[in-house]
Structures are given as C-alpha cells and as structure tokens.
C-alpha cells in the first residue's frame, strides 16, 4: 500500500494562494504583479534572481554560525586595557538571572500603572540610586546612552533663554566621540559651541583661560568631564565656583564610581550631572547598547527629558508608582514637549539598579579603591620600564597616559599577537607615542605584573628595531 502523508504543511506559510492574488489583481484592474511596479524604472528593478549560496540543513547552519562566532575575538581569551568611556567590569550573576526575567526583557512604558507596579518600582529605585550616587535630587529614568545624556544636559541649560543664540562653552577633554554626538544635536539649533582646551602639560581645564571665556562670551552653561578624557581628576569645585561666579550652569559628565572615593558632585554645587551608564552592570557587547543617566537640581526639572516615577495613591488610599510629571512629555506636550524620550533604555537602568543594590555603600567604596589601586599599580609598573614615562602628573583614575619611547601603533600590534589589546594611540603634539590604558577590577596584581613584562619585551624589541 502507497503511504500517504500524515501531516499536511502545504500552504502553511503562504498566506494568500494564487486564486487569491489573481482576484486582488483583477480588482485592481491589473493581470499580474508585475504591473504593480510599473511605475518603478525598469534600470533599478532586480532582473532574475539574486545569486545566493545554496540553502543549508539546521545541522549545516549551526555549524556555520559556530565558525562565525569562533572568529570573534573576546574577553575570555585577549586581555584588554581599552577605555575611553567603555570599560571591562565584572557583572554579578545576579544582575543577568534578574534582567531575563520575562516580565523585565520585553519592558515598555509602564503607561498602565495598575499592570505595571514591579517596573515602576525598579525605576523608582534606579532614579533613588542615582541620586544618592550624584547627590541630586532629581534623575530621568534613563537616556540613550552618557553621550546623548550629556547633549540633552546642554538643551536644559538653554531653555530658560527664549530668543537669540545660545553661548555654551565645553571642556576639549570631554570624550571626541561625545563631543561629536554633541555637535550634531545642535545642528540647525540657535546654540554656539565654544570649546576650551586643556592645559598641555597637566592635561586639566585651565581656570584663568575658562574665566577669560565666560566674560568674553557670557554663555548659558559650561560642561566639562571627570575623570576626563586622559583620565585626570578635574578640581570641580573650584570650576563649579567660578560658574557660580558668573551664572554659568554648571554641567558635569561624570564617573558614578568616584562617589566611592569623593564628595557627589552635588554637594558641591553642580546644577547638572549626567554621565555613562555601562559600567554599572552592563557588559560590553561590541560598544552597545549602554545606558546614560541625567541628574539635576530642582529648577531644571521641567526641562528633564525622559520618564520619571514617582509615588501616588491608588484609589483605595494605598501609596503605588506611576510616571509623574507627563506634561513634559511628546505624547502630552506635542510639539511643545521638552522631553522626547520614551521606553529607551529600561532594560539598562534595570542591569544597573540590581547592580548597585548588589553593591551596596561598602561595595561600591571597595569597588572605587580597587580601580583606583589597580590602575595605580600597573602604571608604576609600566614607569619602571626604560623611556616609558607618565604624560601627565595630576591625580587620575584607572586610566592614565603614558609617553612611549617607540611608535605607540606599533607597540599595539606587537601586544595584539599575544592576545593583549594595549590601550588606545593617542597623538600629541604631532607625535604618535602616547598611549592612554585602562584597567579595572577585573585585572589582578599577578595579571598586570604577567602583562607589564609583555609590554617591557615589546617595548625593548622595538627600540631596538627588531620585529
């Protein structure tokens, strides 16, 4: 007896059969699909078929993938000293078994409090973490990323000046690529970007100079970074004096994990600070997605972008968490909104709430000191090797600048073929012999010591002019 087949996937994944075509063809008056591109020229249309790969079984796609992957170069077998804004942190288990959960990895806009009180609560509890981190009072529930953060600081600065331009003045050791993101928010926008460079030979914003340009330019605001670009601690407090001085807004790009080590920013009197989010519990994953937070003191509250959560009372008198201050909002303020984010990076914020809270105070002050101690360590290793030497003197933080006695590209390729990403070239003043290093928790004192005698070979073969 023939077999018949029991089970019939024919047509199961075309919706419409070509009795169905032909009848939405001829209601249209047409006779094949053909005549639906008519209009389209005939030198832009595909003629014949793209030429792809034969199709592979679920066996022989697996495998091609796996080879894909298997060219990737990570972190469980290269070293890194990368930074310049994104960092190797270690990631407690606890913040991935959280954030998968189903109910946290598809989030959207909690918009119906009544479904969505456990979401709420953890970006009620992220605005609060923040806030203690930064001492503001007020913190949006995330932006796009530390980039974005710090333009959309900037557009608050200027929304309390209706007319004419805007002057603000930035600090050129802000990151260039935040300082590009910078740039193209206010294309087309009535603001002047004037930008003050550092000292070159301690790397910091000179004070005389930045106090020169705020009488000269009278601008809305002045955003600086710290630790900024060479990793240098800026004296906050006196640049936050000198804006005072002059009613300049003062804006602070800032790493979370100096509220470890140091006064907030807060408590020292500036207006704004924002900054990036993915060192806290959030892994590299190629450069993104990342997280960026925005605090502010009260005044500027209006002009926040972004979500916030605060507490209200359900209709039986109970206290619950709902988005507050909607007014701001595009879908309630239309064209008039100061705010134009929406769900962005919750995921994200959430990484970073279980993160800190896994933490705690005392984590997070071991965690500062141990950055700090490591970076410290392996530069005072790096000093001790022949024409190698500190670019800059100021206090920094696990990340610093060293002047090479060879060509720092070449050192970086060298470094590359035993597994070990270097650091980041820098030029200065026409020479390429700089390089600025990283390093982080996640490094040990026999792992730097292992990696500092890998940069003295390279470093000595070089000079020497061998390969």
């Known amino acids: ?21 032909q009848k939405m063809l001829e ?23 793209l030429q792809l790969p034969t199709a592979l079984s679920d066996p022989e796609l697996e495998a091609h993938i796996r080879a894909l992957a298997g060219n990737n170069q990570t972190l469980y077998t290269y070293q890194s000293f990368l930074g310049a804004g994104v960092y190797e942190h270690h ?49 949006n529930c995330s932006c796009y990323d530390g980039s974005t953060a710090l333009a959309d600081a900037i557009w608050m600065s200027c929304q309390n000046k209706s007319t004419g331009d805007r002057v603000i003045v930035l600090s050129d050791t802000i990151w260039a690529q935040t300082q590009k993101i910078v740039e193209t928010y206010f294309t087309g ?20 100079h930045l106090e020169k340009l705020f009488i000269e ?22 640049i936050v004096e000198l804006c005072k001085k002059y009613n300049v807004t003062s804006i602070l790009h800032y790493h979370p994990f100096l509220s470890g080590l140091f006064v907030p920013p807060g408590q020292l009197g500036v207006d704004i600070v924002c900054g990036e989010g993915q060192m806290l519990g959030i892994p590299l994953s190629g450069g993104g997605a990342s997280l960026g937070y925005l605090a502010c003191t009260e005044p500027f509250k209006r002009f926040l972008p972004g979500r916030l959560v605060g507490v209200v009372e359900d209709i039986f008198g109970n206290p619950a968490y709902a ?20 769900s962005n990076q919750a995921l994200c914020a959430l990484r970073a709430t279980v993160y800190i809270a896994s933490l705690g105070n005392t984590g997070l002050q071991n965690l500062a000191r141990l950055n700090a101690d490591r970076g410290h360590f392996f530069c005072r290793l790096l000093e001790s090797i022949d024409g190698v030497e500190r670019v ?15 060509a720092s590209d070449a050192l ?10 270097g650091g980041v070239a820098l030029t200065r003043n026409g020479v390429d012999n700089n390089l600025l290093i990283a390093v982080t928790e996640v490094k040990s004192r026999a792992d730097l010591v292992k990696a500092a005698t890998a940069f003295r070979v390279a470093i000595e073969l070089l000079v020497k002019g061998e390969p």
């Open 392 to 406: 800059y003197k100021a206090a920094f933080f696990n990340e610093f600048v060293i002047k090479l006695p060879c």
């Open 189 to 208: 926008r009535p603001v002047k970007l004037v930008t003050i460079p550092a000292d070159d030979d301690n790397g910091l914003i000179d004070l005389s």
């Open 1 to 21: 007896m023939e077999r018949q087949d029991v089970i019939n996937t024919q047509g199961r994944y075309i919706v419409h059969s070509n009795a169905e075509r």
């Open 217 to 238: 330019t009278a601008p809305e605001s002045f955003a600086f970074q710290s630790p900024n670009c060479y990793g240098l601690l800026e004296d906050t407090q006196s």
């Open 412 to 421: 970086l390729s060298a470094l590359l073929e035993q597994k070990i990403y």
């Open 91 to 139: 990631v407690p288990a606890v913040v991935d078994a959280i954030a998968e959960r189903g109910e946290f990895l598809t989030a959207y806009t909690p918009y119906q409090p009544e479904m969505s009180q456990g979401l709420l609560q953890v970006l009620a509890e992220y605005q609060e973490y923040i806030s203690a981190l930064v001492a503001l009072p007020v913190v």
């Open 27 to 49: 209601s249209m008056g047409m006779a094949a699909m053909d005549d639906l591109y008519k209009h389209v020229p005939q030198h832009v249309r595909l003629s014949g078929l």
């Open 323 to 342: 988005l507050v201050n909607e007014e701001r909002e595009q879908h309630v303020a239309r064209e008039r909104a100061t705010s134009n984010i929406c």
